[in-house]
């Protein structure tokens, strides 16, 4: 938002660039509150949030100096905020960098002590508190962009609690257009955060409403074809029939294909009730489930997608189907009379989906007769933007616009690609934009004269992000097309009851400031999460603020923490009266990590561990998708160092190595996956003298169809074969507790060294012949002892013919073939 023409007034401060930002009255209202408060800013998409966040960063740097982190949820957000950043603000470009996966642990390390302002994605900050490479001390303000998503196990959770216990002088500041869809999700939203005080300004807001014109929202009804609603109808059928089996066993309440979610929720949860207590009826009506689930996706896509993307979804689900290991309802759905009837009406299909129609219709008229020069078309489904972009072309300039994951018959986009298409749309390069939710969020996309959904967008939070890519500077349209009849219209209502109630709930907590801290949750309140410092009113706090604030942000004018806590009433900022401090004691976690950028590194052994020193504890970057890591690295005594880890899940010593299983992880591993129990317990064993495995949670000899016999073998060899000592715990927290009190005897009880490679010992000569034999074909220490034994020395093993090998103990025709190849193959490695 620079401010190019002369007569504009602009922001002046210390740390702006001149003449860059418009002086716009609501955003200098918003960065007065959250500068003297923990605050949630709600802003429509496209009004200049992170400006807001931007005049906070200035004003905070330049009043307590250290660091500001800004957090995005996705790469090309996070690039794009740096890039503002660099323009609006007089510092360095050097101190203002991005993190993400791309760039390694070490030189995040590194980077974080010489920066200044910090843009990343959560998830890789969430690994680097975790494993202690950064510390958030001297960060004086942090943003959460799109803080909608701080809710549940999502990274934000987590390093809001560590920013309120670890930071000397914190300042949270939350962003979002849609904060969440009733009082009880935005309320998380503040909890989970940390979060104060609420500002809200909406278009109606006569501060906001000079800069925003009509985006009125047109709905076109869509009558779907005979033959399309012939296949779906026979979807149907099969579907209520599945659920006829469900009502059987007492899960269904009724057969009617229309379901609800929160229904066929329920359901899931039932049948799992009935797997848990050991009934076999629990994994058939599973099945029956997954099989229901699958075919209301395709009733999905044939009413509200087209044709064309039932077609793609039914050749994934035949591949799937021939697949090895392919589920039983994959294969039920594939060979059904009437889905394979739908399969072939959907091939012969070649007629236009009304709704593509639709859509080149409005795109005509938009581009063409009323002289547009921009249209983003929204859509669910991958399949659809694909499809809808080939057909469009033919026509316009048009271009897709999906996440970076790959799938069978789709690739995803780079985050470079993403970023070129942006800058190409932006530029004017093409007019068509088609995208799934990926560019919802936040992205600079330009203001459009055009966005078209093609389908309902069944959540209020959804709905706002994408309406708010038209009607910014210029008047634009909203378009909705809803299929008659189908799953369109209930999405279509519901969509338009939650963004209403999201609207009041949103008025209402405009006035909630003196009120928001007797709404947050008591029992966090009463575990003294919240510190009070003394009497505040919200609303002192928060009107000095916006006084004082738009006076020295146009002025230049600074004040010490001191005096800007006595000019803001009895609020200020942490250190000074009144303001509470967060110590959260929920555990979070990330769902869907990005890759941290981590590789295995050469670490020297460390010392041995003195008394008073922080016990060190090494977790597997995998291990991230529990909470483990991330609860002891909350605790003062111990340090957690993530590592891609060779061996093992935790190390806890040179000699103490740990492999952690859930009960089901370790029964699956007995009977199959890409690498045994026993394999990774030999290589535990060949590199530290004290392997450990913790199986994890109730039920063991419940799981799956194998006789509890067949486990307890496998664990007697565990333990007699390897040596290895086999631990029991509960739960998570159980787990984590294990590993510290382990962890504490070794290094402080034993004074035992920390070291990734284990201990540095010389093997016996009997154990090395065990070694190079057990390594053959990957056959393991028990066996190699057999073959020794039969055949007296190493050398006799590998001369020895297939036959010759089969009279050992426990080597059959198949472990013999195996060792003969080895052994006999010539080799072709990557010199040949």
């Known amino acids: 938002m620079a401010a190019t023409d002369e007569d504009i007034p602009s922001i002046d401060h210390p740390l702006l660039a001149p003449d860059f930002l418009e002086r716009r009255l609501y955003q200098l209202k918003l960065a007065g509150t959250a500068a003297n408060d923990h605050t949630l800013v709600c802003l429509p998409t496209g009004l200049g949030k992170t400006t807001v966040s931007l005049l906070v960063t200035a004003r905070r740097l330049e009043e307590a100096g250290g660091k500001s982190l800004m957090l995005a949820p996705t790469k090309p957000l996070v690039q794009q905020h740096a890039e503002f950043y660099r323009e609006a603000l007089q510092i360095p470009d050097e101190e203002i960098v991005v993190f993400t996966g791309d760039v390694s642990p070490e030189d995040r390390a590194e980077l974080w002590n010489e920066s200044t302002i910090i843009m990343a994605t959560p998830q890789v900050i969430e690994n680097d508190l975790v494993g202690s490479r950064v510390s958030l001390s001297e960060v004086t303000h942090i943003t959460f962009d799109e803080c909608h998503r701080a809710t549940g196990d999502y990274a934000y959770n987590y390093i809001a609690e560590r920013y309120h216990a670890d930071a000397d002088q914190p300042l949270v500041t939350g962003m979002s257009a849609s904060p969440g869809g009733d009082e009880e999700a935005i309320l998380e939203v503040c909890e989970n955060l940390g979060l104060h005080e609420v500002e809200v300004m909406t278009e109606e807001d006569a501060d906001v409403s000079e800069f925003t014109h009509d985006t009125d929202v047109e709905w076109e009804r869509i009558d779907l074809p005979e033959d399309v609603i012939e296949i779906r109808d026979a979807l149907n059928e099969v579907i209520t029939e599945r659920l006829e089996k469900l009502k059987e066993l007492g899960v269904a309440k009724s057969t009617q294909p229309d379901q609800s979610q929160k229904d066929l929720n329920r359901m899931r949860a039932e049948l799992q009730e009935l797997i848990n207590n050991d009934q076999s009826e629990g994994f058939k009506g599973m099945s029956v489930h997954a099989e229901v689930m699958k075919l209301r996706q395709a009733v999905t896509l044939v009413e509200t997608q087209s044709v064309e993307a039932l077609r793609r979804y039914f050749d994934r689900q035949k591949n799937q189907a021939r697949s090895s290991g392919a589920s039983k309802a994959s294969q039920r759905l594939v060979s059904d009379p009437r889905v394979r009837e739908s399969m072939r009406k959907a091939e012969k299909y070649d007629e236009l989906h009304p709704k593509y129609r639709k859509t080149r219709m409005l795109l005509a008229e938009t581009l063409g007769l009323d002289g547009g020069e921009r249209v983003i078309v929204f859509t669910e489904s991958r399949d659809t933007a694909e499809a809808l972009t080939d057909f469009l072309n033919d026509s316009f300039d048009a271009k897709r616009f999906v996440g970076q994951g790959d799938r069978e018959g789709s690739d995803g986009m780079t985050q470079n690609q993403q970023q070129d298409v942006l800058n190409d749309f932006r530029a004017g390069e093409f007019e068509v934009l088609v995208s799934t939710s990926v560019a919802e969020e936040g992205l600079d996309v330009p203001e459009v004269d055009l966005v078209l959904f093609y389908e309902p967008v069944p959540t209020a939070i959804r709905s706002i992000q994408r309406k708010g890519r038209t009607g910014r500077q210029s008047e634009g349209r909203v ?158 005594e111990i340090d957690i160092r993530l590592e891609t880890l060779e061996v093992g899940d935790y190390v806890l010593s040179d000699r103490a190595v740990v492999e952690r299983k859930s009960v089901a992880d370790f029964v699956d591993s007995l009977v199959g996956g890409d690498r045994s129990v026993f394999e990774q317990v030999g290589a535990m064993a060949r590199h530290y003298s004290r392997p450990i495995v913790i199986v994890e949670g109730d039920g063991l000899y419940e799981q799956r169809d194998i006789h509890p016999n067949a486990i307890r073998g496998a664990l007697s060899s565990l333990a007699v074969d390897f040596g290895v000592s086999i631990l029991r715990t509960e739960d998570e927290t159980d787990t984590e507790e294990l590993l510290g009190v382990i962890a504490g005897r070794e290094q402080e009880t034993s004074s035992r060294e920390i070291s990734v490679h284990g201990e540095k010992q010389s093997k016996t000569l009997a154990e090395q012949q065990e070694y190079v034999v057990g390594s053959i074909a990957e056959i393991g220490p028990v066996t190699a002892r057999s073959l020794l034994e039969e055949f007296g020395t190493v050398e006799a093993v590998m001369i020895a013919s297939e036959d010759e090998l089969q009279a050992a103990d426990g080597v059959g025709s198949v472990t013999a073939e195996r060792i003969r190849e080895v052994i006999g193959s010539d080799y072709t490695g990557s010199g040949k």
């Open 479 to 636: 378009v909705v097309l809803m299929a008659e009849d189908t799953r369109d219209e209930a999405y279509f209502w519901i969509s338009r009851r939650r963004e209403k109630e999201m609207e009041n709930e949103l008025r209402e907590l405009k006035g909630m400031a003196d009120n928001l801290e007797e709404e947050l949750d008591d029992a966090q309140q009463s575990l003294a999460a919240f510190e009070s410092g003394g009497e505040r009113t919200g609303s002192e706090a928060s009107d000095s603020g916006r006084i004082e604030s738009e006076a020295e942000v146009n002025t230049g004018a600074t004040k010490s923490p001191d005096e800007a806590a006595s000019s803001s009433g009895s609020g200020g900022v942490s250190g000074q009266p009144g303001l509470q401090e967060f110590d959260a004691e929920s555990a979070d976690d990330s769902d869907g990590n990005e890759a941290d950028g981590s590789t295995e590194d050469e670490v020297e052994t460390h010392e041995p561990h003195a008394e008073g020193d922080a016990i060190e504890i090494v977790a597997d970057q995998r291990e991230m998708d529990a909470n483990i890591a991330r609860e002891l690295s909350k605790r003062e």
